[in-house]
């Protein structure tokens, strides 16, 4: 062998001896994407090259061969999967990516629940679920994630009250919960903070855009509770009542008034004046 082959030979060795060991898979994002593939339908074909033998090592240090996962150091790092027209569930063991900073579902046909577990995702900054088929409450364990900057959720069928605990989230610049089935106030911490950046003093953290679509929702930005006034029903019922206990005291009084006229008119005394008035023939 030559010199000059023997110096790359040597070269290849010492590199291969300085270079770092493959990252192995992390076992919790295997968890994580294998869950979130059993619970999701797929009539397009969008996951067609999510399979078992990927979730295994899911990243090579900042790729992945996945659709929609984008890796840092080994680690998921973001979930984008909008538009696929996916059904199914989101599943609890999403909590497992534990190092996901966004994770998009939107524009697909999720239906369910939004899982409280979520709260685990304490790197999460971007949480965009809108577009769904989402039912249930809106978890006020959501809060644990202090690093969200968006929530995203409008266009579900999402009911019951916005929690107050997500007003404290001071990172959040977007914050969408519209056309949904929400009830309850809006909390004054995410109506009426002043919002980042060149948002004036005293301007509302969140316009009426971010509620809007919720017929049971009220409160600042979007108008004060209303008192619900009286149906037709309830009008013509009432119109009815009143009509028929006028007629009643009416037929009343009249029939008193006859009864009272009848006595006058038989009294014994007057019977007798009568009486002595009438000529006898």
Request: contains cysteine; hydrophobic residues 40%; neutral net charge.
């Amino acid at each position: 062998m030559s010199r000059h082959h023997l110096a790359a030979a040597a070269a290849a060795a010492v590199l291969f001896l300085l270079s770092p060991p493959p990252c192995a898979a992390d076992p919790d994002d295997e968890r994580c994407l294998s869950h979130l593939h059993q619970s999701l339908s797929d009539p397009s074909g969008g996951l067609r090259n999510w399979t078992k033998a990927a979730f295994s090592a899911p990243c090579e240090g900042f790729y992945s061969h996945l659709q929609g996962v984008t890796c840092n150091n080994g680690r998921v790092y973001k979930l984008a999967l909008p538009g696929l027209s996916l059904g199914g569930t989101i599943p609890p063991e999403l909590s497992n990516c534990t190092n996901l900073q966004s994770l998009d579902l939107s524009a697909n046909t999720l239906s369910g629940a939004i899982p409280p577990e979520l709260s685990a995702l304490l790197n999460l900054a971007v949480l965009n679920l809108s577009s769904n088929a989402l039912s249930g409450a809106i978890p006020r364990e959501l809060a644990s994630c202090a690093y969200l900057n968006v929530i995203d959720l409008h266009g579900n069928q999402l009911s019951g009250p916005i929690p107050d605990e997500l007003g404290l989230l001071v990172r959040l610049s977007t914050f969408d919960v519209s056309y949904n089935r929400l009830s309850g106030p809006i909390p004054v911490l995410l109506a009426n903070r002043t919002g980042g950046g060149t948002a004036a003093v005293g301007t509302a953290r969140f316009n009426a855009s971010s509620f809007a679509g919720n017929k049971d929702l009220y409160g600042y930005p979007l108008p004060p509770l209303r008192t619900r006034g009286l149906s037709v029903l309830a009008i013509v019922g009432i119109g009815l009542g009143s009509g028929l206990l006028s007629l009643v005291l009416s037929f009343s009084a009249v029939c008193l008034w006859l009864r009272a006229t009848d006595r006058t008119a038989t009294t014994p005394g007057e019977e007798g004046k009568i009486s002595q008035l009438m000529p006898e023939y």
